[in-house]
Structure formats: structure tokens, C-alpha cells
């Protein structure tokens, strides 16, 4: 949706094709973090983000295999030192409203992209289905995969990403949060499981990490049990935990951390998780995505109104965007292999809680913590919108 609203406000003929008739998808991730917020200001929508119901972070407070870490985000630089939680679906409608706005946009609700259009070897459109269920064709100069870590259009391709595995799964659900409860966001990761704590205002969105493969045996184990293994974790929680019922308020995320070799082929772009899934650690997803949206802006506006893309120049786009994203995911494998493998796995009950040297390094430094703090928040090579598309 970034990209169709960039390249709308270049003048480009730009169609967005969204399989389902509005955006509401449960627990999908959140936030939006401080390098969004200024792509925002920048496109002149921070006045419009300002009425959408979002809360503000501005503390991660960790606990570490009882090891205290407070990530102080006041202390990075920019306009924006926290980062802003609010639901997916109207950070859409908000890009998507914007982007509608332009004579050169559409939005095509409803409409399954089932594969990609080839001559010979160059991709140079799609087939879907349209919201009656018929099938038609577009053409189309570039296509652009965003549909997910479950690309149809790179399947269709025979793109496989490298995976990188990862030691856990999560399961998503929600608890009541009363007025004295503690802001923003916190984490417990201890020995044998884990689970995150985010402030949503009037409820807490509750990450509960488990060993990668475990749910169906751990839901056997009933309900009751993650009752317990919530309150050992945040005992403050113990007076609500009961709301929740069944798994049937639970859900999976089956964590995925993997990257292509290569993000594109002749007439044809993939971005966001069609080119690299991301873990859920450090919650950068929905902002690598954006920030590989901005750079594919800025980038190919001028080829498009040319009429046709070379592929060296989609090579560029990956160019741009690749280190940013090996070195944060190099950074959430390290993460996955010093903290959360010890916090999931079964035996770590046996072990002493000491957390990484890592941990401790920076729990005793300021300069350490703003430097995470922006290496969460901001990102390395951040990205700035083009000057077409800023109002």
C-alpha cells in the first residue's frame, strides 16, 4: 500500500490488488515504529495518524533470565522516540485513503491474485479473480509480489527462500488491562518459556513463546497450564488470567526467518515477506517492509513512467535494501540462538538463570541502550520518501 501511494503521487497508473474486502485480520503485527512515523511526516500524514486510536511506547522494559534490561527510546535521536502501536488495519485504510486520493490509483478489494502472466521468460502481469469469481488478466509493465510469506507469485515462480529456522513459535491472545497496570511494553524470558507483554490500552496483547513445533502437545496439556506458565511469568496477571477461556482465544504464529537469494526476475519484484519473512523479535516487520516499499519508490518511478523496468534496475532495489535486512536478521538469529533457545527449551529449568554477556554489557550502559534503542526503533539505513511523493 506504501508503494502503490508513492508511485500514485509520481503520476504512475498503480493497482493494488487485496484478496479479502477490507483489512481486518486478527494479530497481525502492530507496530509502527519510529522510522515509519517519519516516512509519515514526510508524506504529510502525521496530522491523519494523530486520529487513529494507537498508543505510544516509549520504555521496552525486558527481563532477561532474571537479568533487569529497560531500553530508554526518550534518548534516540529524531522527532520520534517511541514507537506507536495501533491496529493494522486502519494503518491500511489510513495509507489506502491517502492513496485513493490520486487520479493514477486503484484499490481492487476482494481480488485473489492467482499467478503470474509470462512472455517467455519476463513476468508481465497477473490472473485473479475478481470479486464475482471470474478470472480475468491484467498487464502489467511491473508486478510486485507483497502477499506474504506465503507468496503465491513466488511459488508460482519457483522461488525458494533459504530459511534460517527458528526455536520457537508464539501464541497470540489477549487479557483485560486494568488503570494501575504498568505502561508499555515488557518482557519476561526466563528458563523453560517466555512471553511479551504489550500495552494496547484497554487490553494487553500478550506474546506467550513456545519450542517451534510444540502447539499441538501443549494444547493437550489444557488451558490451565498456560494459565499457570502466564502468572509464574507476570504474576500481576493472576486476577485475569482466567478470561481466558479456551485455545480457542489463542493464536498460532508460526515463526518463520528466511530470505531469497534474489528478490526479483524480469518484470517481476518481490518485497517485505515474499522476500524475507521476518521474526517476530524486535517487531521490525511491518517497518522492513515499508522502508523496502520507500527505496522500490524512489527507485523505479522514473523507469515506470519510461513504460518498462530493466531488471538491473530491480537488482538495485534488492542492492539497497539487502544489507539493512541480513544484518537485522543476522541480529534476530543471535537473538533466537542466546536468549530464546535457552528460554524454550525443556532442560533450561535445570539450568542457573544467567543471562548473555551481551545482556549484561548492556544493561550497565547508557550509550548501550540508546544504541539498541535506535537499532530497534530506526534501523540501520533508513529510508526517506522521495520528494515526489512528499505533501
Known sequence: MMLGLMLARAGIDVTVMEKH?????????????ASTLRLLD???LAEKFAQVPHRLIDTLRLQVQDTPLDIDLRRIPGPHKHIALVPQWDFLELLATAAQKEPTFRLMRSTEVLGPLRDGSRVTGVSYRDSSGT???????LTVACDGRGSTLRSAMGLVPKSFGAPMDVWWFRLPRDDGDPPGLAGVLGAGHACIVI???DYFQIAYIIPKGSDAQLRAQGIERLHQGVVE?????????SELKSFDDVKLLDVQLNRLRRWYTDGLLLIGDAAHAMSPVGGVGINLAVADAVAAAGMLAAPLRGGRVPTRDLATVQARRWLPTALIQG???VVHARVIAVAVSPGSTDRPAEAPAAVRAVNKSAALQTLLGSAVAIGPFPQHTPVFARR
Do not use: I
Not at 478470472?135 to 509493465?141: D, G, L, T
Not at 511469568?233 to 488470567?241: G, I, K, N, S
Open 21 to 33: 474486502a477490507d483489512f481486518l485480520r486478527d494479530f497481525r503485527g502492530d507496530t509502527v515504529h
Open 42 to 44: 514526510e508524506l504529510g
Open 199 to 201: 500495552d494496547r490500552g
Open 331 to 333: 541480529a534476530q538469529r
Open 135 to 141: 478470472v480475468r488478466e491484467m498487464r502489467a509493465s
Open 233 to 241: 511469568l507476570v504474576p500481576w496477571l493472576a486476577d485475569r488470567v
